[in-house]
């Protein structure tokens, strides 16, 4: 049985980038929270690996830290590693 991603050094390695941006920028659980309308126990729960993102959420995450969706994906990618990237097409 495959282990949830919540709990994949990956999703953990995700999180922390997140977590260091907010922190690098000066901006605190409750203020993020509060631009995103959560609660701030959500976001700490989610800094903590207690709760995982969904899709939507992440996105809006990433918007309120100033970073385009783009960006945000390139920062998953990134936690991801080499090995979670599609094998490419050898057509020819």
Known sequence: MSTKTIYSAEYRRLVQSLRDLRESAG???S?????LGWPQQRLSAI???AR????????RLVGAL???PEAGIQLAVAAAG?????PRSSKR
Do not use: C, H, N
């Open 47 to 49: 800094e903590a690996g």
């Open 52 to 59: 995982r993102l969904d899709v939507m959420e992440f996105l």
């Open 82 to 86: 080499e090995k979670s990237r599609a």
């Open 31 to 35: 203020a993020l929270s509060g631009t």
């Open 27 to 29: 901006i605190s659980q």
């Open 66 to 68: 100033g970073l385009t």
